[in-house]
């Protein structure tokens, strides 16, 4: 039996409603997650359905958290207090050894620093801390020669880019983002879960891969020491799975700002709406130029970490290249393991946000996206 959709889609939107049927009608029967989308700051898009899920469900979203964390960075670096050509080291003097003095904050947030990790790894309850990640990482010799080549820093580039904001304004990053962004728009977008929000919050479950699929994964294992291995912290016996990650109250706790936020499909999309439309008759956050400068491709082509091609702005991915192409140039957003995907498109006004419970097969943006996507996108070209 399929499930019941709930919520609303504004005049022109209905298709995004059949789309998330048909979502639903192909998933498992415990299918649980949320899609929100805004144009030009109007919510037009509001869908959930499953067991235990509504509106206000929070989820863990993964590495959707880097766009919350590189929200903050293009912030500050409108404002100037950060300058992206500047070398890390001019911030965080420490960051220079091995080599790495002459690596600029936009390098880093390109993912060229070749510091996707560590030699020896981190615990689990490690990975949860920002604040050690980066003082570990600062000693750390490059993987490859910065700037050379670009490679994803899955678990550390918050912490790595965090750092940099601390170092420039005496408060973390997750300070600055509760103060400037989440809690002036009221987004449930969380870098740092207050404990009288947990009872909001779903657990992260498995992937569920069909036979066929699991094929796939059993046929292209990672060596245990591989760069892959290394920048997802693999590498280390005992250290968990990245499944339990949002799992642990510690780290929905402290919010660790590469993979550890948590949010619904509203915070998410609400997030990129505020940035690029603005919410509530608040003002965009982004000036056209800052929005034009983090979407702009700083990196492109074959990632070292992933083996594949890959395209990243400052912070964000570049996400019509990287996941939906027909969306318009300079799309930032950032998706997650667990399937959730966000993102602003200026060029049409759309702010999207999708999150699930249950990690999607292969890993990365759900594949349902892309119908869901393609969907909301059309729809709001009507409007412009």
């Not at 067991?51 to 960075?73: I, N």
């Not at 920002?130 to 700037?147: H, K, M, S, V, Y």
């Not at 959730?340 to 999607?360: E, K, M, N």
């Amino acid at each position: 039996m399929t499930q019941e959709i709930h919520g609303t889609v504004a005049e022109g939107f209905e298709a995004v409603r059949e789309e998330f049927a048909a979502v639903l009608a192909a998933e498992r029967p415990d299918y649980a997650g949320q899609l929100s989308a805004y144009v030009h700051g109007r919510r037009v898009v509001d869908l959930w359905a499953g067991p235990e899920t509504d509106a206000d469900t929070l989820f863990g979203v993964f590495s959707s958290t880097k766009g919350a964390a590189h929200l903050v960075v293009a912030l500050l670096m409108q404002e100037g207090t950060l300058d992206p050509d500047r070398e890390v080291a001019y911030y965080w003097p420490e960051f220079a050894a091995e080599g790495k003095q002459a690596v600029t904050l936009r390098e880093l947030l390109a993912h060229r620093a070749g510091v996707v990790g560590s030699d020896a790894g981190f615990t689990f309850d490690e990975l949860a801390d920002d604040r050690l990640i980066a003082e570990r990482l600062a000693t750390q010799r490059p993987f490859w020669r910065p700037g050379t080549a670009f490679g994803y820093h899955a678990l550390v580039i918050g912490a790595l880019t965090g750092e940099v904001v601390r170092r420039a304004t005496g408060r973390t990053l997750q300070e600055v983002y509760e103060e400037r962004i989440r809690a002036p728009y009221g987004l449930d977008f969380f870098l740092g879960l207050p404990e009288s929000e947990e009872p909001r919050y779903r657990s992260v479950e498995p992937m569920a891969p069909t036979p066929a699929q699991q094929a796939v994964l059993d046929a292209a294992p990672r060596g245990p020491h591989t760069l892959a291995s290394i920048a997802f912290n693999e590498h280390v016996p005992g250290a968990g799975t990245l499944v339990g990650h949002p799992n642990s109250r510690t780290v929905r706790a402290k919010g660790p700002a590469s993979a550890g936020g948590v949010a619904s499909a509203r915070g998410l999309a609400g997030m990129y709406a505020a940035a690029i439309s603005g919410l509530d008759g608040r003002t965009p956050l982004l000036k056209p130029d800052t929005v034009a400068e983090v979407g702009r491709i700083h990196s492109v082509g074959y990632d070292l970490v992933a083996r594949a091609h890959k395209s990243f702005g400052l912070g964000f991915q570049a996400t019509a290249d990287t996941w939906h192409p027909f969306l318009g140039a300079g799309t930032f957003g950032h998706s997650g393991a667990g399937g959730s995907q966000a993102f602003a498109d200026p060029r049409s006004g759309l702010a999207y946000g999708y999150t699930r419970r249950r990690i999607a097969f292969p890993g990365g943006a759900a594949p349902e996206n892309d119908g869901l996507v393609r969907a909301v996108h059309r729809a709001a070209l009507t409007l412009v």
